[in-house]
């Protein structure tokens, strides 16, 4: 037993020689991120982050739910599907009951036929072999 504790000892020092190379090549890559970030940035919204993250670090052990500003924010994007039915019903809204085909009306149309005819190809495939 003695020999596995000898043996852990032994090694950690190579084990965190190897986690502290990878955190410092971490924290270069992260500096490039954050310059990059900041030079494309305004000023305005500069001053704002720093101030939000002043907020939070003072905050973070009283309120750990104030973390959550450096989680990602990101909304979905619409699906084709989705997309669609937006097109049309703007489509309809500015035409206001002309009976013509608009540009969205055109575009579902050619979808659908583009997908109709990779359906007929594969069909026609399997009917061959």
């Not at 973070?60 to 097109?87: C, F, G, W």
Request: proline share 1%; glycine share 4%.
């Amino acid at each position: 037993m003695n020999d596995c504790n000898l043996m852990k000892m032994i090694c950690i020092s190579k084990f965190l020689c190897q986690k502290f190379k990878e955190a410092v090549q971490g924290v270069r890559d992260s500096k490039y991120a954050f310059d990059r970030l900041s030079e494309t940035a305004d000023d305005d919204t500069l001053v704002k982050w720093k101030a939000e993250a002043a907020a939070v670090q003072y905050d973070r052990l009283d309120n750990p739910s104030a973390m959550d500003i450096y989680e990602v924010q990101l909304t979905k994007a619409l699906t084709r599907k989705q997309q669609e039915l937006h097109l049309l019903n703007h489509q309809a809204r500015r035409l206001a009951g002309e009976i013509h085909r608009s540009a969205a009306t055109w575009l579902a149309s050619g979808i659908t036929l583009e997908e109709t005819q990779v359906a007929l190809l594969i069909d026609v495939k399997k009917l061959g072999k």
